[in-house]
């Protein structure tokens, strides 16, 4: 059974650039929500996904983005980057009624801008 | 807001000793509590858990209870191998509408045969 599926793995952009990250939940999930890690830190929440709408967000700007497919897979897109948002971005899948309890996450994107 | 404050890493233990991890929290209601551990590149996994005050999680060992009067779920483990190596976070969840993890800053824990 696969787990939490994340990519790519490691990518570097330049500051201004776009990026996009990609998620696909463990088999039977619904629900993605995605973190930021920066080095050193724990994670914080950006955002939640279920049903295709955000549902919950966290306080980040609006330059990051999300999307959710009909197939549950999910999307972040951080839009003219900054070196700040260099950090692990973690996805995590649940099921929408288990919310925070049945997190399954995937290993990460490292984000390096330079 | 709500916050979790962890004791600063790294802890560093030899083989069979026993571990203490320190976790307060601040909250305005009632959260669930969880600490979670991150082997080296790989994702965070769920250790143990406790929903309401007085309860015990636990899991490999690992033990956290619940302390509302003290606002702590401090991670202990009786005798610690090396494979517990590892990054762990406690981390808290309030309200039945909040569908987000408040998270610690981490204590490496690194175990010397």
């Known amino acids: 059974d696969a787990g939490v599926t994340q990519s790519p793995t490691h990518l570097i952009k330049t500051r201004g650039q776009q990026v996009t990250l990609r998620c696909s939940p463990k088999?039977?999930?619904?629900?993605v929500s995605w973190y930021q890690q920066a080095l050193g830190q724990g994670p914080q929440f950006i955002f939640q996904?279920?049903?295709?709408?955000?549902?919950q967000r966290g306080n980040f700007p609006d330059r990051f983005s999300g999307h959710q497919f009909p197939n549950y897979s999910s999307e972040l897109n951080v839009n003219a980057l900054l070196l700040g948002d260099s950090a692990l971005y973690l996805c995590?899948?649940?099921?929408?009624?288990?919310?925070?309890?049945?997190?399954?996450f995937g290993s990460g994107t490292r984000l390096t801008v330079v | 807001g709500d916050s979790v404050t962890q004791m600063e890493g790294p802890v560093t233990l030899s083989e069979e000793a026993f571990l203490t991890i320190n976790c307060t929290y601040t909250?305005?209601?009632?959260?669930?509590l969880f600490w979670y551990v991150q082997y080296p590149g790989e994702g965070l996994q769920l250790l143990l858990k406790?929903?309401?005050a007085d309860d015990k999680g636990s899991n490999k060992g690992f033990e956290a209870t619940y302390r509302k009067e003290t606002t702590s779920f401090h991670l202990e483990k009786g005798s610690v191998q090396v494979s517990d190596s590892a990054v762990y976070f406690c981390?808290?969840?309030?309200?039945?509408?909040?569908?987000?993890?408040?998270w610690g800053a981490g204590t490496k824990l690194i175990i010397k045969p």
């Open positions: 406790a929903t309401k």
């Open positions: 995590a899948s649940s099921r929408g009624w288990d919310r925070v309890y049945g997190y399954t």
């Open positions: 996904y279920y049903e295709e709408e955000e549902r």
């Open positions: 088999s039977g999930h619904d629900t």
């Open positions: 909250a305005t209601g009632y959260p669930s």
């Open positions: 981390a808290l969840s309030e309200g039945d509408s909040n569908y987000q993890l408040i």
